[in-house]
């Protein structure tokens, strides 16, 4: 019987790519790194410069190959001109659609269109300038996600990519929303990096742009109290006051009821035609006072049901952002330490590796040295390594916490606040979509419900909205999908706080409390 074979082969490590690209292919092409970007909150730094490079090119071809559709853009300009002419009575601003509606910030920035786009002549010019703000918009939107760590990255691709309404309403037909939410994602991209001041100066004048803005209002004073207090937050409240007395000046000084009942005019009738979430209303019922009056009851008594949380949240943020102060410096102070300290490990190593080469030196001949260096250099050109140092410049861990993730705090209840009144509002035209587009991934992965559950309502609401005109079959799904996402928050949100409380008491009975110098045991202990 023949003895069996052996590998005498010795075993050789495998070699390291040399080649750049070949380094970068076995490091980023594999399914583990591509797991990272679709699944990792903390992946979305990379995934977002993709999206907002994916989204450049589509918004370009989506200019180029799907045709314009007028709805407002020319009554706009037909207002700005009035004003451009000399008009300050907001009842004789006037355009194709009907009578101009939208406070001063509206007028001054499509004023600017009106001269960029010769008049508003030029379309394609203002189709590239919305594709402009959108991908701005598409960057603050991001940064807010990145901060929070809450929604997988292929959520927010599958979100972005695959909504043709959205990008309609921005490039296809140049409504003035996009202005007013862009204004409103830079405001609290400013509020959570501490710039008051910037921020409420951008809130106000997105809420000068279009009045819905004002939905996020209720969460803001509250954001203002927690973490401001009542004196700084009535500073702010003046700068947001001032900001909206300064744009509506030309205005106010000439025609001042007739601006207010133009710009804020808030029992404005809509028009049933144009009707998504009520489309299984008669008219008649759907322009009722009594109608819009319960709906804004409604509004309020939900708003009063999230008021404890909502507080309850921001005071949160406002902790740990202090604890972050606090603990930051110290962190800085720990890693200087640390690496003053490695560097000085190195210097005293390097030194230690010198003397001993010179005490081996002093013991080689000119002949044994001269073979040594030639015998390392064979082996070099052998492996294709260098020389084997030792390694003094090796990177130390160094301590670091990444608070951000708080920021989901802070972000919830604005989403939330604004999109219970959405979810209120009297009426929703195409073009509301924008309103709370990109903060419903949000939503739905603050709920407790499965991954199919959260699929299936980004889904329908997608499918209500993309559906024109409007039935009664997508209405009433369109409301069944805010009142599923509404509860599921709410049990999320209350979940939260019963575990809140519960820490809290269990602290309480853990803590010795003083009493006459001695302390009182918990019945639990006893």
């Given amino acids: 019987m023949a003895p069996p074979r052996t590998n005498n082969r010795p075993v050789t490590r495998r070699k390291k790519p040399s080649n750049l690209l070949l380094l970068l292919k076995e490091k980023y092409v594999n399914w583990n790194f591509i797991k990272y970007l679709a699944f990792e909150p903390a992946a979305l730094p990379i995934v977002s410069v993709l999206i907002v490079?994916?989204?450049?090119?589509?918004?370009?071809?989506?200019?180029?190959?799907?045709?314009?559709?007028?709805?407002?853009?020319?009554?706009?300009?037909?207002?700005?001109?009035?004003?451009?002419?000399?008009?300050?009575?907001?009842?004789?601003?006037?355009g194709d659609t009907g009578p101009l509606v939208y406070p001063a910030a509206f007028v001054y920035i499509y004023s600017g269109l009106y001269y960029l786009t010769g008049q508003g002549t030029n379309v394609r010019l203002a189709q590239y300038i919305f594709a402009c703000i959108y991908l701005l918009q598409m960057c603050l939107v991001l940064r807010l996600y990145t901060k929070s760590r809450k929604v997988p990255p292929y959520v927010l691709v599958l979100s972005a990519f695959t909504s043709y309404r959205i990008h309609s309403i921005y490039v296809l037909r140049l409504f003035n929303d996009p202005v007013a939410i862009l204004l409103l994602y830079a405001a609290l991209n400013l509020f959570l990096d501490q710039r008051w001041t910037l921020g409420s100066i951008c809130y106000s004048l997105a809420v000068g742009v279009k009045m819905n803005i004002l939905l996020f209002a209720p969460a803001l004073l509250l954001f203002y109290l927690a973490n401001l207090g009542v004196l700084r937050t009535l500073v702010q409240l003046t700068i947001c006051a001032v900001i909206q007395l300064l744009i509506g000046a030309p205005f106010l000084r000439t025609h001042p009821m007739e601006y207010l009942r133009g710009s804020f005019d808030l029992g404005r009738i809509f028009e049933h035609k144009w009707t998504v979430n009520y489309r299984f209303l008669s008219k008649e019922f759907f322009e009722q006072r009594e109608f819009h009056l319960v709906l804004l009851a409604l509004h309020l008594l939900l708003l009063?049901?999230?008021?404890?949380?909502?507080?309850?949240?921001?005071?949160?943020?406002?902790?740990?952002?202090e604890v972050q102060q606090q603990i930051v410096p110290q962190i800085l102070h720990k890693n200087r330490e640390q690496q003053n300290q490695a560097k000085i490990q190195a210097k005293k190593s390097k030194q230690?590796?010198?003397?001993?080469?010179?005490?081996?030196?002093e013991q080689l001949s000119a002949e044994q040295k001269s073979f040594l260096k030639a015998f390392e250099r064979s082996l070099q050109q052998s492996t294709g390594q260098k020389s084997s140092e030792p390694h003094l410049n090796q990177k130390q861990e160094q301590y670091d916490i990444y608070f951000e993730p708080c920021t989901q705090l802070a972000l919830l209840p604005f989403f939330l606040c604004n999109f219970i009144g959405?979810?209120?509002?009297?009426?929703?035209?195409?073009?509301?979509?924008?309103?709370?587009?990109?903060?419903?991934?949000?939503?739905?992965?603050?709920?407790?419900?499965?991954?199919g559950v959260r699929y299936l309502i980004l889904g329908i609401i997608e499918y209500c909205w993309n559906t024109y005109p409007s039935t009664m079959e997508s209405s009433?799904?369109?409301?069944?999908?805010?009142?599923?996402?509404?509860?599921?928050?709410?049990?999320?949100?209350?979940?939260?706080?019963?575990?809140?409380?519960?820490?809290?008491?269990?602290?309480?009975?853990?803590?010795?409390?003083?009493?006459?110098?001695?302390?009182?045991?918990?019945?639990?202990?006893?």
């Fill in 352 to 361: 230690l590796v010198e003397q001993q080469q010179e005490e081996e030196d």
């Fill in 53 to 94: 490079l994916a989204e450049a090119a589509i918004n370009v071809l989506v200019i180029q190959r799907v045709p314009y559709t007028e709805i407002d853009w020319k009554a706009y300009m037909q207002e700005c001109e009035g004003f451009l002419n000399g008009t300050t009575n907001y009842s004789l601003l006037r």
């Fill in 422 to 451: 959405v979810a209120c509002a009297r009426s929703l035209h195409y073009q509301f979509y924008i309103w709370y587009f990109h903060s419903l991934p949000y939503l739905v992965w603050s709920t407790p419900y499965s991954l």
């Fill in 304 to 321: 009063l049901c999230f008021a404890k949380p909502t507080w309850t949240f921001f005071r949160s943020y406002l902790r740990l952002r």
């Fill in 476 to 526: 009433i799904a369109l409301h069944l999908c805010h009142l599923v996402l509404i509860v599921g928050v709410a049990r999320h949100v209350y979940r939260i706080l019963r575990l809140n409380a519960a820490v809290k008491q269990q602290q309480r009975q853990e803590q010795p409390i003083l009493q006459n110098g001695q302390p009182k045991t918990s019945k639990k202990s006893q």
